[in-house]
């Protein structure tokens, strides 16, 4: 009896993983549907963008230091963070308000599992990783047409970094999240999620060269690192340098901070916490 209450208190938490995992793939065979139309305008999404820049090019031989299969490359690196961003976390921390204000939060609070644990991996999305395989098609593509020299050293480093890019960005979705605490419905911070990670979406040298973008650079680089976050996987995986070469470093203190201060964030946020039968 003592043994299992043991195993109660003390969760296997790859077990409890994959039951989450187990739980929302049945949900999305049960909503085929929703799944297909999700695979559908997310493919549409990536048909979007990639043509654009496909028109962009057709201009312009590169963007700042970027050519086309390079900066293909980059597209592919920031849809691979996105889908895993959006796959395992971004629908557990767009519904924390909806635990708190329907007083469901309790529920998370009393079971004997880390609570933020539960409130980060409970549901998924996984019909985005749909985007993983349009990401690796585009990345494979891009590495074929350059003739990019893979080691399996690069291969390491390019993984560990985009570990580290999602990381970072859980970190911030986490931090902004706690807030509903406070706030109730955080669509505005959830928002600002949004706002700020666009800047993302682009190589860290095209923002040189003007005093505004030298700001930005600047804020994104060293004070909020969102610039980091794709940039360095990819010059890694391709071989571009980094200027400067420590930035690599940086973006992974950044991420182990942001990791450590969201779970400060968060606890300290449910101090605040009054529950529903309070």
């Not at 993983?17 to 549907?33: H, V």
């Not at 293909?72 to 971004?90: D, G, P, R, S």
């Not at 767009?94 to 004997?112: C, M, Q, V, Y």
């Not at 804020?219 to 610039?227: G, V």
Request: aromatic fraction near 16%.
């Amino acid at each position: 009896m003592a043994e299992t209450t043991g195993e109660a208190l003390h969760p296997h938490y790859g077990r409890v993983w994959l039951t989450f995992f187990r739980n929302a793939l049945i949900r999305e065979t049960t909503f085929r549907s929703n799944f297909i139309i999700t695979i559908v305008t997310r493919t549409f999404w990536f048909a979007a963008q990639l043509t654009l820049f496909v028109i962009i090019y057709g201009q312009v031989r590169t963007i700042s230091d970027w050519t086309r299969e390079e900066y293909f490359a980059f597209m592919a690196t920031a849809m691979l963070i996105n889908a895993l961003v959006e796959t395992f976390f971004m629908p557990n921390c767009a519904n924390f308000s909806e635990l708190i204000r329907t007083g469901n939060l309790d529920f998370a609070l009393l079971k004997p599992i880390d609570t933020q644990f539960l409130i980060s991996f409970e549901k998924m999305d996984l019909a985005m990783l749909n985007q993983v395989l349009l990401a690796g098609s585009l990345l494979g593509y891009s590495l074929l047409s350059l003739g990019t020299q893979i080691t399996l050293l690069s291969v390491v480093m390019y993984l560990f970094c985009i570990l580290v890019g999602v990381a970072f960005l859980y970190s911030l979705m986490l931090s902004l999240a706690s807030t509903s605490i406070w706030f109730g419905r955080h669509q505005g911070l959830y928002d600002f999620w949004f706002y700020i990670t666009v800047f993302a979406r682009y190589p860290r040298s095209i923002y040189s060269g003007s005093p505004t973008g030298e700001a930005l650079r600047f804020a994104f680089t060293y004070i909020l690192p969102i610039l980091l976050v794709v940039t360095v996987p990819a010059r890694v995986l391709l071989n571009k340098a980094l200027e400067p070469s420590w930035l690599t470093v940086l973006a992974a203190v950044a991420a182990a901070g942001g990791l450590v201060g969201s779970r400060w964030i968060f606890n300290w946020s449910l101090k605040s916490y009054r529950s529903a039968s309070s």
